[in-house]
């Protein structure tokens, strides 16, 4: 039987999935102007700056609490945003959201044996091949460096959902200091792409700010907030939602079409994600 904290649970990391689901399209725009490691330390240290006005007047955590968060920081923010940023500069968007559909098996395997069961890693698998009928048509090359840095992203992705869910602080306390931590990561190897600052445009400015508005302060702070109630392995399934969520924006916002295999992988990615949430 489902609890009602399970499902709270789950719908917070159902909507941090639907915010993320356009942070790659915005992105890859952004880096048009922005190179990447300047781009995130822009988008961390402005969500940094709302979140500790939010933190605030809350109870502040022990020195060991505060240096696991910013160790969980610099996991889930420095090292996976660097490395997805970094890949989906060389990649294509359909490159990204195949290798993504594959964090929840490294989840898995990071998590240690006891979340195995053989519904769930069925349920991850049939995920996996939904998202792969949904971007199959997609067009786009293959860059191999590109995918190279999106495989290594899943992983510091999957060790921090494993390190972040053992805190048990004020999700808003925990993602202020890994937002923290996360943003010093970024401004120190921003300093590498100094050669190639320059005064960015009235547009790419708003899209710096929902991807620290939207996708790092309200998308972190509901995904962290699910995350304690939920094992980590079902919460990074609940995240092969993204890649059909993403081709949800692109049809209302960008009038692009979808074919009925693409409308068939949501339905199997669905389908998986059910499966792979299951107790």
């Not at 980590?232 to 916002?253: F, Q």
Request: glycine share 12%; net charge positive; proline share 4%.
């Amino acid at each position: 039987m489902i609890t009602e904290t399970r499902r709270l649970s789950v719908a917070a990391v159902l909507a941090a999935a639907l915010i993320w689901s356009s942070s790659f399209a915005v992105t890859k725009v952004a880096l048009a102007e922005v190179p990447p490691m300047t781009l995130g330390a822009l988008r961390f240290v402005l969500a940094a700056a709302v979140l500790g006005v939010l933190a605030r007047r809350l109870p502040r955590p022990s020195l060991r609490q505060r240096l696991s968060m910013g160790f969980a920081g610099l996991l889930g923010i420095t090292a996976y945003f660097a490395l997805e940023n970094a890949g989906v500069d060389l990649a294509t968007a359909s490159d990204a959201t195949l290798i993504v559909a594959a964090y929840p098996i490294i989840t898995l395997v990071l998590s240690g044996r006891a979340a195995f069961s053989p519904v769930r890693l069925t349920g991850m698998l049939v995920a996996v091949c939904g998202v792969w009928l949904v971007v199959r048509e997609q067009p786009g090359g293959h860059h191999l460096w590109g995918d190279v840095l999106l495989v290594a992203g899943g992983f510091a992705w999957a060790a921090y959902n494993v390190v972040a869910r053992r805190e048990e602080a004020s999700p808003i306390v925990v993602t202020y200091y890994q937002t923290l931590a996360g943003a010093g990561g970024f401004v120190l190897l921003s300093l590498t792409e100094t050669s190639r600052w320059s005064v960015p445009s009235g547009g790419t400015v708003l899209r710096i700010g929902f991807l620290a508005g939207f996708c790092s302060v309200a998308a972190f702070l509901l995904y962290n907030h699910g995350l304690r109630g939920l094992e980590p392995g079902v919460a990074v399934n609940l995240l092969n939602v993204v890649p059909v969520a993403g081709l949800g924006w692109a049809v209302l916002l960008a009038g692009e079409s979808l074919s009925w295999w693409q409308v068939a992988g949501g339905a199997v990615v669905l389908a998986g994600v059910f499966l792979g949430s299951r107790k």
